[in-house]
Structure formats: structure tokens, C-alpha cells
């Protein structure tokens, strides 16, 4: 079975500091792609990055870049110069490149402080 | 231009009912999912269509789910006789093919009273 594990439920980090959240996944596929969604209170899944498991540099956007270890099936997202509005759920998730369902993790609730 | 609209935002019901619940996708977009968010969980898969046909209806917890999406783009997730049990957010999401990114919708959220 496929399965992604956030170990993390709630995290907090101060405003403009660095974050680090956690994901593992398990699958024997080989070609893959994984995601960080945020929700915040409003519900709304926002994208917040996407790695495709071929490509071996990290994917990065902006204030956020992951660590992508394949071979240790871990996939974490680091957040950098943490704002208020990096509050929220993130949800790390998971997609074989021959499906469309994504399987998620059970989030985790990240608090930045002023 | 706009992004994945669900409505209503918000849906009480009394156990028994039958409820809708609708998914606007992003124009131009052929690939359309539902997932569902019990409290505290990440989402879970419901069903994909492509276009008009539902393409993959596994993620259906049981025969009192429905979903249509009859002119491949708007589609409608259907309840009969709804049960506590039901009680969540419902999530929709597009994209522009069956293996492209997905962008999802703000919810629904269900109670069943």
C-alpha cells in the first residue's frame, strides 16, 4: 500500500526564522511526483511546490524549497524568513506518474509567531 | 481566470436527506476530482472523471454516493440518506489531465446533523 506520513501535527517557529516540515512516503513505484499543499482556515488547498522524483535537484519556490531524499523515501519542505501568513495546514502528498489519485498525509498545523 | 468554485460554502442537513453539492472547474480543464476531509485528516480520494465519464469511482465509500458530470465540466456530488457519518468537507479539484497538478476548491462543508 501506498502511504505518506507527516510525524509533525503541529509545528510553530518565529516570524523571518527557518522551519523544517517532515513527510516520508512508502511506494515501490519508481516514477512519482509529490506536493505540498497549505490550507488555511479558509479551506482553500493552495500549491505550494512540486517535485517530480526523476529530477534529482531539489524544487524550490521563492521562500520555500524541499530536500527530496529518494532513496530514503523522505520528502521535507523548508520554509525560510517565515511570515504570519505561512500559517496554516501543509499537506505533504503523493501521486504514481501512471494514476491521478493523490494520497495525502494527515497535515501538519503550522503556527508562526510575531 | 477563476479559480475551482464549490457551492454552497456550508451545508447543514438532518440525518436521512439527500444533499447536493457542486464543483465548478477551472475553465479548459478536462480532469475533475472529488475528495473528502473528515476532521483532522488529510483528504481522501472519491472520484475522477474525464470529461463527461467517471473514469475511476473507487474512493466512493458506499451506493449512497453519486457524482455526474454531464456536459464535462460542472459536476455534482450526490448524498442519499445522509448519516452522521457523512459529516466533512468536501473537496473538489481540476486539472488540465489526468496527470497534471491539481487545483482544488475552497470545500464544502457538510454537517449532518
Known amino acids: 500500500a501506498q502511504t505518506v506520513t507527516q510525524s509533525q501535527p503541529e509545528m510553530s517557529v518565529q516570524e523571518a526564522e527557518t522551519v523544517t516540515l517532515s513527510c516520508t512516503y512508502d511506494?515501490?513505484?519508481?516514477?512519482?511526483?509529490l506536493f505540498w499543499y497549505k490550507q488555511p482556515p479558509s479551506r482553500q488547498m493552495i500549491l505550494v511546490i512540486r517535485?517530480?522524483?526523476?529530477?534529482?535537484q531539489n524544487a524550490t519556490e521563492n521562500r520555500f524549497s524541499v530536500n527530496f531524499q529518494k532513496a530514503a523515501k523522505s520528502f521535507s519542505l523548508k520554509i525560510s524568513d517565515s511570515q504570519l501568513g505561512d500559517t496554516a495546514m501543509y499537506f505533504c502528498?503523493?501521486?504514481?506518474?501512471?494514476?491521478?489519485?493523490?494520497?495525502f498525509g494527515t497535515g501538519t498545523r503550522l503556527k508562526v509567531l510575531a | 481566470g477563476a479559480g475551482v468554485s464549490q457551492t454552497p460554502s456550508n451545508k447543514v442537513t438532518e440525518k436521512g436527506k439527500y444533499v447536493e453539492l457542486r464543483c465548478d472547474p477551472i475553465?479548459?480543464?478536462?480532469?475533475l476530482y472529488w475528495y473528502r476531509q473528515s476532521l483532522g485528516q488529510g483528504p481522501e480520494f472519491l472520484i475522477y472523471?474525464?470529461?463527461?465519464?467517471?473514469?475511476?469511482d473507487s474512493g466512493l465509500p458506499n451506493d449512497r454516493f453519486f457524482a455526474v458530470r454531464p456536459e464535462g465540466s460542472v459536476s455534482t456530488l450526490k448524498i442519499q440518506r445522509t448519516e452522521r457519518g457523512d459529516s466533512a468537507v468536501y473537496l473538489c479539484?481540476?486539472?488540465?489531465?489526468?496527470?497534471?497538478?491539481?487545483?482544488f476548491g475552497p470545500g464544502t462543508r457538510l454537517l449532518v446533523l
Open positions: 475553465s479548459g480543464h478536462t480532469a
Open positions: 502528498a503523493f501521486c504514481t506518474s501512471g494514476t491521478y489519485k493523490y494520497i
Open positions: 472523471f474525464q470529461g463527461t465519464g467517471a473514469a475511476d
Open positions: 517535485q517530480e522524483a526523476y529530477k534529482q
Open positions: 479539484a481540476s486539472s488540465l489531465g489526468p496527470r497534471e497538478t491539481q487545483y
Open positions: 511506494t515501490s513505484e519508481n516514477n512519482y511526483y
